[in-house]
Each structure stands twice: as C-alpha cells, then as structure tokens.
C-alpha cells in the first residue's frame, strides 16, 4: 500500500490548511484511514481517524471542532481540513492506513505516508 500526502505549507495563525492523501495498492474502501502529527522532540501524536465507509470518525481532543477528516472512495483519498490553525498545530503530518483496526494508536495502523511539513506562524 503507498500513501501520499500533499498540501503541507507555511499559514498564519488563524488560517486553514487541506491536506491530502493519496492510496494506491489496496482497495481503498477497505481501508480506516487516519491522520498523525510528529513536532520536533515530541512523540508521534494521534489527529484523526475515519472508518471504511467515512460514516465514523475520531477525533484528539486538541483538533475537536478545528478540523475534520473525511474520505472519496471514488479518488482513494483522504483529507484532513484543518481550520483555526495555532502554532502549536506545527508538525510533520503523516497519513496512515488499517485494514482491520479502527484506532487511535499508531499501533492500530500498518501502513504510513511520508509525512507533510505544516508550519503555523504567529
């Protein structure tokens, strides 16, 4: 399974990002998506997760009502909306995909994207 994000970049505080995530190897509809951060010296962090169909999601408390992860089965993609941005949301965004579990913990998925720089300026 390969994943690729795009739509990483430089924004204010306050602005909005989309990112992207593109996945080619596998049925995609088959597939939980999600969405983690890594900031520099820190863990690798959970953002977001979305089932097979997109009818479920999970959310870190920290992004709760700034953004929002949906799906296209159709284009095997999936995005991550991120409002409201805050420096704090600075990090390397990384895609990841599941095909039986619908976590929370990287643990939880198999298969990673390279990661997208988001850099959030104040």
């Known amino acids: 399974v390969q994943l690729v994000e795009s739509g990483g970049g430089l924004v204010q505080a306050g602005g909005s990002l989309r990112l992207s995530c593109a996945v080619s190897?596998?049925?995609?509809?088959?597939?939980?998506m999600g969405w983690f951060r890594q900031a520099p010296g820190l863990e690798r962090e959970f953002v977001a997760s979305i089932s097979w169909s997109g009818s479920n999601t999970h959310y870190a408390d920290s992004v709760k009502g700034r953004f929002t992860i949906s799906r296209d089965n159709a284009k095997s993609t999936t995005y991550l909306q991120m409002n409201s941005l805050k420096p704090e949301d600075t990090a390397v965004y990384f895609c990841a995909a599941d095909a039986v579990r619908f976590g929370r913990n990287s643990q939880d998925f198999d298969f990673w994207g390279q990661g997208t720089q988001v850099t959030v300026s104040s």
């Open positions: 190897g596998r049925t995609f509809s088959m597939l939980v």
